[in-house]
């Protein structure tokens, strides 16, 4: 039987999702459905938040969609901000987490004096079609050298724990998602991964100034922060995503 089609799949689906694809002799490794957030316990305000330092990163630069720079610094020294880095722009949990943060309203930050600012690691020409696909209507820019994720100590490669929880964020099985993500790099202008595969990302909530207030990195696509979480943090109002962009109160 001749597997070579269902092994480039597998393969390809595998290096979208930062996985090294491991085969049976002779046949195609299973992938299982996931669709939960692994985590040792839902990600809280981290005390290692108070000891990052925003110094080294305050002057790199990160691009927007026109390929215009600005330093990293400019997005929260004004107003507080929540910061969220994307693995990559194929990830399918990157993708659907992305979706829920677009029905957070305008309004909504802005009454707070709150600045909610997406960042990847692909180039700046991946930005647009990003945004098509998920809806995503708020600020958003590329460190496609990764500078910050580097200086910030980001997570390169995956670490699981032995207690899941379901995320509120992620609606594909692992099977779907990763095909998805496949289809969507072989069929983009440029067939490449927009990112690193293997670079997890993680949230800030940071402003005015230098003041952190809140650190969470990931350990794997999944651990990410409820987007919830993250507002209530800021001082915002949670999110009925069920139903969109209805507000609720807590």
């Known amino acids: 039987m001749d597997y ?3 092994l480039y799949t597998y393969r390809v689906s595998c290096m ?10 002779g046949a195609m490794a299973a992938v299982l459905p996931v669709t939960q957030q692994i985590s040792s316990s839902p990600p809280q305000p981290s005390p290692a938040g108070a000891d990052l330092c925003l110094s080294d990163v305050e002057e790199c630069l990160v691009f927007n969609q026109h390929g ?10 004004s107003s507080r901000a929540i910061i969220v880095f994307v693995r990559n722009f194929l990830c399918y949990v990157c993708k659907e987490y992305v979706e829920d943060l677009s029905k957070i309203p305008q309004e909504a930050l802005k009454d707070s004096g709150v600045r909610l600012v997406v960042i990847g690691q692909s180039s700046f020409s991946h ?18 050298e990764r500078h ?3 200086k910030l100590g980001m997570r390169r490669g995956e670490a ?11 609606k594909s099985s692992m099977l779907v998602g990763s095909l998805r993500s496949m289809w969507r790099a072989m069929t983009s202008p440029a067939f490449d991964f927009q990112g690193d595969p293997l670079q997890q990302g993680g949230a800030i909530i940071v402003g005015p100034g230098s003041d952190i207030h809140f650190a969470h990195f990931d350990m794997n696509r999944f651990d990410h922060v409820p987007i919830n979480q993250l507002l209530q943090l800021a001082g915002m109002q949670a999110i009925d995503f069920n139903r969109h962009t209805k507000m609720i109160d807590i």
């Open 160 to 170: 699981f724990m032995e207690t899941a929880s379901q995320s509120p964020h992620v």
């Open 16 to 25: 979208a999702l930062g996985k090294i694809p491991d085969f049976p002799h």
């Open 148 to 150: 910050i994720y580097k």
């Open 68 to 77: 215009a720079s600005t330093a990293f610094r400019s997005l929260y020294e």
């Open 127 to 144: 930005i647009e079609a990003f945004c098509s696909l998920t809806g995503y209507q708020h600020e958003i820019y590329v460190d496609p």
């Open 4 to 6: 070579s089609l269902d």
